[in-house]
């Protein structure tokens, strides 16, 4: 079936906004052709400096006949919604036709050819594509990220044709603007595109340009006995400068090592989008670096190496003052300055929020860890951790905060814990991002982001939807994150609000759900009012591992049928309250005596938080459940017999209640 093969060609675009933007044309083109009923068999995007290509594969030549019976109204309905049906339907008022009692019209849309289609399509997409900013410029009045220069599409071998405010489609495109033949070139498919870019110095897929700059980057380190210092997003950034990425080496003065490792690479990632080499038996970096070009250079990229080397040499120069000016000043003698720091209008300044923070790092010290060391660290690092805000290196570089606290208080020779407790904590900033595990470190990291938290809850700036400006679900898994793994046990409660308790509860689901457990467990323990993560976490796994097993399995059903019956009986009236009478034998007897073993096995179980045992104990009560429910009739005729039963479902509720409202599994 018919290829379309769709270029957009302008200036350079910007590599930030290029993933995006290769989603946005498969997702807009997918929409608008399954619109008009035509359904690819495969769509694929891609995104570089220059280009938005799109390529639909097995696309009809021809829409399809289309027929659709739209309902008018009802006969006997005013003329005007009469008159108003006819209209929209494009139809006369004989072709109406009558069915219990409502006007229909049957319509026929025929056909039209893909190429007509597509020409409306690429329109659309051009003038609505949702670029963050984009711009007019020259004659054309056509809005786009950069100047558009010129629209390829091409469907079944031929040129659609078309025309969009001066730019007229074609099936001419353009290699590599330094290394390409210098001439644009016809295509009439994908296959003659992508050989003609390749021989023209363009790798098209973004992927490909990765993995182009990583094997060239590590071959060249490899080839010095060095190692690349791998980095994702610059990664994910030069990919999108290059169409021909090539590697280079460069050297820098070695003297510029002295300089904290963090400063040398964040200067080259952030000013010069560099990748640092480091030696791979020590992990320490070494004075060289690896820029990634746009040409394959004569002279091996021996000048294109040399300038970066001079323009890194003063970029490192400016972040040695830095460094040097900012060690002439304790950062005990810079909390003064972060009174003309506002950290938030309606939340004070950054030294206000050091003393927030202070003051409950002294109040999760003893949660953490219990002694007066850690409380006094905790609070002495908490009122340091924000004074490197108003350094020259973090004004310089702002993702290095905390880092340099960090390594300003080392200079300054403060305890050990002290300076790990100022370097970390801000983490865990990610997902993957290391935890902060010492006890010192793990209270200022809690304390910093449960202020975050706190704070802007209490203002009622909450996140809605896709909308978190203050990345408040980004600290709410920090603070999960650092509970779980240090084992602390914060009675949650005491700190928090009850909308931002339930903010946890749904940031634990989510961290859940990605480890692939059962998140409505979360609100099956939650339910009970219990406010201590670590136990929480705890009863989930033994929960999950126990409904997975056969016994848990019918005592949940065997528990939902005993609820169903409680809830049907309320309705009519109270429940009767009290012990259920002892009866001498019989299903129902063995279903009282199984509760009450179950309940003090259980208790001892819950009070050394043995959840394992706890589940255990439980499965106790699967066989009697099922023989009660197999013989006995809960409604008996005899009320003392319906209401003794009704008790004992009520003492099966109560006990299974105590680990978790079952009531809130939904498996």
Known sequence: MPQLLLELFSEEIPARMQAQAARDLERMAR???????????????????????????????????????????????????????????????????????????????PGRPTPQIVAEMV???????????????????????????????????QVVPFGIDGFVSGDLTAGHRFMGSGQAFHVRNFDDYAD??????????????????????????????FELVEDEGLLDEVAGLAEWPTPVMGDMDPEFLDLPPEVIRTSMRVHQRFFAVRDPRSGFLVPHFITVANIEATDGGKLIASGN??????????????????RKLRLEDRLEKLKGVTFHARLGTMYQRVERITALAGELAPYVRADAATKS?????????????????????????????????????????????IRWHYRPQGPNDEVPLQAVAATV???????????????????????????????????????????????????????????????????????????????????LGDDDLVRIVSKVNALEGFLGSEDGKNLLAGYKRAVNILKAEEKKGPLPSGEPVDTASGEEGALANAVGHMGVELGKALAKEDYAAAMRSLAELREPVDAFFDKVLVNSEIASERDNRLRLLLKVRDAMGRVADFGQVTG
């Open 377 to 421: 660290l905790a609070m002495q690092a908490a009122r340091l951790c924000k004074a490197d805000l108003v350094t020259g290196m973090v004004g310089e570089f702002p993702e290095l905060q905390g880092v340099m606290g960090g390594y300003y208080a080392e200079k300054e020779g403060l305890e050990p814990e002290l300076i790990d407790a």
């Open 309 to 326: 080397a001079r323009v890194l040499s003063a970029r490192l120069s400016d972040a040695r003052f830095f460094w040097n000016e900012d």
């Open 123 to 157: 329109e659309a997409i051009i003038r609505n594509f949702p670029w963050p900013k984009s711009m007019v410029s020259g004659a054309s009045k056509l809005r786009w990220v950069r100047p558009l220069q010129r629209i390829l599409c091409v469907f079944d071998g």
């Open 196 to 225: 003609g870019l390749a021989k023209n110095f363009v790798v098209l897929d973004v992927e490909e340009r990765k993995e182009r700059i990583l094997d060239a980057a590590r071959t060249l380190c490899f080839a010095r006995n």
């Open 445 to 527: 990291a809690l304390a910093d982001k449960l202020d975050t938290l706190i704070s802007f809850f209490a203002i009622g700036e909450k996140p809605t939807g896709s909308r978190d400006p203050f990345a408040l679900r980004r600290a709410a898994l920090g603070v999960i994150r650092i509970i779980l793994q240090t084992r602390t046990r914060l009675p949650l409660k005491a700190f928090v609000s009850e909308d931002l308790l339930a903010f946890f509860a749904d940031r634990l689901k989510v961290l859940l759900r990605e480890q692939g457990q059962r998140h409505d467990l979360v609100d099956a323990v939650f339910a």
């Open 31 to 109: 929409e608008k052709l399954a619109a008009e009923g035509l359904l690819p068999e495969a769509l694929t995007a891609f995104a570089g400096p220059r280009r938005l290509t799109l390529v639909a594969e097995g696309l009809a030549a021809a829409q399809a006949d289309r027929h659709e019976e739209r309902k008018g109204p009802r006969v006997g309905s005013p003329e005007q919604a009469i008159e108003g049906f006819l209209r929209s339907a494009g139809i006369a008022r004989e072709q109406m036709i009558e069915k219990d009692g409502v006007y229909f019209a049957h319509l026929h849309r």
